[in-house]
């Protein structure tokens, strides 16, 4: 009996199984490396997929990347941070929020705002992420999102960290997003 073909066929399908490869790389290798440097950078994966901002905003006045924008202000002897990014093309009009109410320096905070908006709506500390496109909104609640702050630098107008959490839903659904891998590192008030 000729066995030729049989371990000619065998051979090429050990071959083709010996040639493949595992994509090891993650949602996370598209993100913007974790730095302290002024970067204005922002990115996180949001349920598996890497999220960064991107496309254009355009209004009566012409149109604008979409980037990290950085706020912070002083309230008595509180200082608040605020930083929106937007992420839009013909299939996205996605939004994202990270509030902190009283930031004093490097360390961790947890979210501690419990009641719907986007910013500015009530204080506390939050992330937030809305998806026009699909009419959802999602929102930490108290306890279920962390924001370390690895650097502030109120000189420089600096601040830089990494956040994670579950986002639940703010409508009549139970749905909820996981955000992890985030990070951030801007320069405020610019």
Request: glycine share 12%; aromatic share 8%; proline share 4%.
């Amino acid at each position: 009996m000729n066995y030729l073909p049989l371990l000619t066929s065998l051979l090429a399908a050990l071959t083709a199984l010996a040639g493949c490869e595992k994509n090891t790389v993650g949602p996370e290798a598209s993100l913007p490396p974790a730095t302290a440097t002024g970067a204005e950078t922002l990115g996180f994966v949001l349920d598996g997929a890497a999220w960064t901002p991107a496309g254009q905003r355009c209004g009566i006045y012409g149109c604008a990347d979409n980037r990290v924008e950085a706020s912070s202000h002083l309230s008595g002897r509180r200082r608040f941070l605020l930083l929106t990014a937007a992420r839009t093309d013909g299939r996205r009009n996605e939004s994202f929020v990270l509030q902190i109410d009283s930031l004093a320096g490097p360390g961790v905070y947890r979210a501690t705002a419990g009641g719907p908006g986007a910013t500015g709506a009530e204080a506390g500390t939050k992330l937030y992420y809305t998806d026009s496109r699909r009419g959802m909104q999602y929102q930490s609640r108290p306890g279920t999102a962390t924001i370390t702050v690895t650097a502030v630098d109120t000189v420089r107008n600096l601040v830089a960290g990494t956040f994670e959490g579950k986002l639940s839903s703010l409508g009549a659904d139970e749905s909820a997003v996981q955000i992890s891998a985030g990070r951030f590192d801007v320069f405020y008030n610019r």
